[in-house]
């Protein structure tokens, strides 16, 4: 292993780790700074299964009208972010547990993860750019983070062999743009992870002690009901 590729491993990563963590410190201190009030109206319902509703709306994709109109969505979803899990953890599996990737199985099963956030990212990009709803409402920043998240993918595809001795070139790669992110997310929209607790808490809790959270489900009216009471409302 060359000097370079051993210092972009370690050092460099841990450089880049202190300053999002420095940067994320000063983040939280701001966020705290705000003041919490209470909602004033009368309670309509529980503030606490509020919350819990809201901060478990990600993994009840009925409950979000996006995701349960388009369930395809939802997985994309679910696989862009198992991704996102994959290759981070690779980030530290591959210079400080080397011999999890020597077992293949393990290996291709990263691999298959990767390569499908990959593919999910890659499609996310189209639509971006095909569908002029979303056009509209895309900056400059969205574009960029979504294709730095696709080389991201692509580079972790390319290093999770870890296959050094054959070819440094893919590591090199996947820990350079490791340690750019690392550094390129705390200002980007991809740290919206970072807000997503205080969000879905002060939502839920709204809307919990004004009873719209947790959202109760209601069968359609049925035909017989909706036909008797046309006949009671007609002259």
């Not at 011999?99 to 593919?119: E, K, Q, T, Y």
Request: include cysteine; charge should be positive; aromatic fraction near 16%.
């Amino acid at each position: 292993m060359s000097n370079l590729l051993r210092i972009l491993e370690n050092e460099v990563q841990i450089a880049a780790l202190i300053f999002m963590g420095i940067v994320y410190v000063f983040r939280l201190v701001w966020l705290f700074k705000f003041s919490s009030s209470k909602d004033k109206t009368f309670p309509e319902g529980n503030e606490r299964a509020g919350i819990a509703f809201s901060m478990m709306n990600i993994a009840m994709p009925w409950a979000m009208e996006s995701t349960r109109k388009n369930r395809v969505f939802y997985v994309q979803f679910v696989i862009f972010h198992l991704g996102v899990a994959a290759a981070i953890s690779a980030t530290f599996i591959i210079p400080y547990a080397p011999g999890v990737f020597a077992l293949r199985p393990v290996m291709w099963l990263f691999r298959l993860v990767i390569g499908a956030a990959c593919v999910v990212g890659l499609m996310r990009l189209f639509r971006r750019i095909a569908n002029p709803t979303v056009r509209l409402v895309s900056t400059p920043d969205d574009y960029l983070s979504l294709i730095l998240m696709i080389l991201f993918f692509a580079a972790g595809f390319l290093a999770v062999p870890n296959a050094y001795r054959t070819a440094e070139w893919p590591l090199i790669v996947f820990f350079g743009l490791t340690a750019f992110l690392l550094v390129y997310v705390p200002f980007s929209k991809i740290c919206h992870y970072l807000y997503y607790p205080f969000t879905r808490f002060f939502l839920g809790r709204s809307m919990g002690h004004r009873g719209g959270f947790p959202v109760k489900r209601t069968s359609p009216c049925p035909p017989q009901a909706m036909a008797g009471k046309e006949n009671s409302l007609a002259p």
